[in-house]
């Protein structure tokens, strides 16, 4: 796939230079590699972070080098002998809490998985920091937490503002995680497709049952700024943060340092409950999905991350994702029935514990706490009725034909095809002479882009034939030497995340 590149210099004559890509969207371009863990290492109470040396609180689905135990180490793990990574040079550890069921009469019951999990690691172009960022790779042993096990409301405002709108309470490092994960409505049908992070708890089961009859992805991203010095901290958080706009933005002063970002997704196959009474409740007790959590422990070959990151095949804006396409991979990739087959072995403390089938209860004990509600409802709501047809999604494109202050989506009219579009306006007061308004148009391939340019506001109208949804990314490079370059991040975003979702032919 060629990559079409329009190039718009100096509207604002030696001040401002934008440089547009027109991304095609299906299959993705985009600078992240997919790493598939298939099936799982055990589903087992481990969790060497949060309870080393004992059996963790609730039952996690457990990934990645088989010497994931309670005290694993990046070493102890780099020394396992298989991982169920299709990548047989990651030894990381990866792991979430499982997803159960639990029926009307109270027993439990372990929902399936869709294949595995799969941890995306993403190098993507950050909007304000600009191009030149250079990524660490997740040092040997760095250990990372996403997400609060205990939470089971919502904090922050809801609807979620639109990105441009964020103040500082919506970009505080509690109100960034509350937002860095999501539970995606999973239905193949044309049209049905949810955007990813837009349903941050667990809908409710009617909806479940007459929507998601493929499933429930629950998704969720680690922070990706690190302080350059801990490998881990007393709540296992605070030596890494999120950057300013969850997947995009920048990296605090004291946390300098921008990791890859690392994003899982699991596809729990509620849809086999779908004609039973109950209501899916977490390992760690949670019904609302408030509660999801994720853990990393970083246990890569060593200089196989550095090659994946400084290999344009590999991470470079035009990579789709897949890591047969990374040279580095060659001879690196086992097949998925390898990966699946490399199992713990477990501590003795919980190599007897049922964890699957008909339980009586949560494996540890666990109470369930807390009740599903969506966002700044009450607790205590009735079951609604079935509803037939998925609710108009707050992402989703409007029938705009432009888009003003950085704030809309763009769908070409009448077409199936629809394009994201990053706008910025500029930290420096335009020159005085600056006409008000400027319009160039351009035609590449088979896409046509107009920018207008009003004032100080970028307005950019892209219309484009059906068939791919496009994504825009403006080279903000010109801003990052700019002292004000901070203060854009309220300015700049980008919406529509270029996430693809897998389907059935990735997953
Ligand atoms: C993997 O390691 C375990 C214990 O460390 C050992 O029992 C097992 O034989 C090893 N498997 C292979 C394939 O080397
Ligand atoms: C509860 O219901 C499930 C599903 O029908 C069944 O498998 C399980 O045996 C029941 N548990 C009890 C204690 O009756
Ligand atoms: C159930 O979920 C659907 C979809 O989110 C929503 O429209 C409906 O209002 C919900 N009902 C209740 C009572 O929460
Ligand atoms: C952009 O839109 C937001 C929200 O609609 C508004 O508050 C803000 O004033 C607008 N900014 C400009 C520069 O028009
Ligand atoms: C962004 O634009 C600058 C200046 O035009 C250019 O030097 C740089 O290579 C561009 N970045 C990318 C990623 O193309």
Sequence with gaps: MSLPEVKLKSLFGHAIAFWIV???FTPTCDAFFRNLMIGDTAMARVDPIMTPGKPAQHVHHLNGGSNL?????GESLSSSNCTNSVLTVDKSAYWAPWLYFQHDNGSFEDVKLALGLTAYYKYEIRGIAGPDVTYSVFPKGLRMLSGDSAKRTWKGPWPVPDLSAWGSEDMSQ???????????CMNYEPGKNEPSFAYPWLRNKTFLDANCINGVRAEIIFPSCWDGKNLDSADHKSHVAFPSLIQDGVCPPTHPIYLPILFYETIWQTNNFIDKSGKFVFANGDPTGYGYHADFIAAWDDGVQEAVRDNPACT??????????????SGKIQTQADAK????TLPEAVIDEATDGILSGLPGQVEVTGERHDPGSPVNQPEPSPSTSLPASRTSPTAS?????????????????TMAISVTSSPVAPPVNLPSTTTSTYTSGRYVVEMVLIEAITTVTATTVPVTTQTIVVNTTSYSSSPSSQHTARHIHRHARKHVPHGHGHF
């Design 401 to 417: 034909a432009s888009v003003v202050n950085s704030t809309a989506y763009y769908s070409a009219p009448a077409t199936p095809a």
């Design 316 to 329: 470079g804006l035009n990579t789709d994702g897949e890591v047969e396409q990374c040279p580095v991979f």
């Design 69 to 73: 135990d309670f005290q694993s180490t």
């Design 341 to 344: 087959s490399c199992k713990l």
């Design 174 to 184: 509690e109100a960034l995680q509350e937002k860095a994960m999501g539970f995606n």
């Design 22 to 24: 027109l991304l095609a």
